[in-house]
């Protein structure tokens, strides 16, 4: 059900394909908690190709993605490639890519980047200054599918985990998928003898919840969910050969992952209903959905000039300025199921009542006007 519009342009979104070049910065992220630094390249939209630059006007959201066992973080060009022109900031901790590795290190260092840069929207001194959206993904592929899902089990900031041929961990990522409860999507290939679907994205699949998709890919075999690495390809000498291309393995991923991301970090309901017509058998893969809290929210233009909302963070209390003090409210999650409505008969809104967290609160004063805003309670 559509329950109401949601404004695009107060998020400073677009869904305008191939709009950005790409900018790209290295940074080393301190987590003080584990006093661990982590290496992060990261791409971002920009005006023009090049280092260091500033970003395009808006505010994008962030995509952490996590390597495979024994890569790095440059095996997976064609993920940042497609998805900053789209108008993402993505973000590739380069951890843990020896042979002795921590996997829940890695899964913290792919959940803790995001926390990072998001506090670098209030950071004057950043080149990510007032241009980091609210919602956020965490992709990874084979360990650092299984780290991704540790992450999405960690932290409350992640919108939504993607997983490419996932493999179990330690700490279990069968296990810490029964905790998560964001929206996900489970890529498994099915010639992929290094983590076979059975013993390992399976098990991760069935323990989810929440609206979960499941995309099997034809001939998809583990390491052509990367770009071409000698090391993983070596791993794969005795698995069953595949038709399939690298670059057609690759386009199937995208031609899931995009829409579903526009649906779940940019609140696109035409989105979310492109991920409905690819359910079922397409060319080279098969999409199986099981949603019950499938996207309900879809955006709109919509002028937001006649209301402010303040303090924004607020740690409860808000106090909206209206052009009259009656209207009613709708407060969102961030994957756009609702939490709280009511009735408006004055000018502050007590929130004490509900988490810490990133919503959308959407207020009808009449019977046209419907405002919207992004809120964050602290």
């Known amino acids: 059900m559509k329950q109401l519009l949601l404004v695009l342009s107060i998020f400073g979104l677009t869904f305008a394909f191939g709009q950005y070049e790409i900018g790209q910065t290295t940074l080393t992220i301190n987590d003080p908690d584990r006093d661990r630094d ?6 971002y939209p920009a005006d023009a190709a090049g280092t260091d630059l500033d970003l395009s006007d808006g505010n994008f959201p962030i995509i952490s993605v996590g390597h495979g066992f024994v890569m790095t973080y440059d095996y997976h060009i064609y993920l940042w490639e497609h998805l900053v022109p789209l108008g993402y900031i993505v973000a590739l901790p380069n951890t843990e890519t020896g ?5 829940g290190d890695y899964g913290l260092d792919l959940g803790y980047v995001i926390q990072a840069l998001q506090a670098e929207d209030e950071n004057e001194s950043s080149i990510f200054y007032n241009h980091i959206g609210a919602t956020s993904a965490v992709i990874g592929h084979s360990m650092g599918g299984g780290a991704s899902v540790l992450a999405a089990s960690e932290y409350s900031e992640i919108t939504t985990l993607i997983t490419l041929a996932a493999a179990e961990t330690d700490p279990s990522a069968i296990s810490a998928a029964s905790s998560v409860t964001i929206p996900s999507l489970t890529f498994a290939g099915d010639v992929d003898c290094i983590t076979p679907p059975a013993d390992h994205q399976e098990p991760i699949y069935d323990n989810l919840s929440d609206c979960k998709g499941y995309v099997l890919i034809n001939d998809g075999t583990h390491c052509q969910f990367a770009n071409s690495n000698p090391l993983c390809e070596f791993g794969e000498f005795s698995c069953p050969s ?10 199937a991923v995208l031609e899931v992952i995009t829409p579903w991301l526009e649906a779940y970090l940019k609140f696109s309901y035409d989105a979310w209903l492109t ?7 397409q060319s080279n893969y098969n999409l199986s959905l099981d949603c019950t809290n499938a996207p309900s929210v879809s955006l709109d233009e919509t002028s937001t000039d006649v209301l402010s909302i303040y303090p924004n963070p607020n740690q409860g209390l808000i106090v909206l300025s209206l052009p009259i003090e009656r209207g009613t ?15 408006i008969t004055g000018q502050e809104l007590d929130l004490n009542h509900i988490n810490d967290g990133f919503y959308l609160i959407t207020i009808q004063v009449n019977e046209t006007m419907i405002i919207n805003q992004r809120i964050l309670k602290q």
Do not use: F, P
């Open 38 to 43: 982590i290496e992060t390249y990261v791409y």
């Open 242 to 251: 595949s038709g399939l291309s690298e670059s057609d393995q690759h386009g």
């Open 329 to 343: 409210y709708n407060i969102y999650r961030m994957d756009g199921s609702i939490i709280d409505q009511g009735n």
């Open 99 to 103: 042979v002795t590795v921590s996997h």
């Open 275 to 281: 991920v409905e017509a690819l359910e079922g058998d």
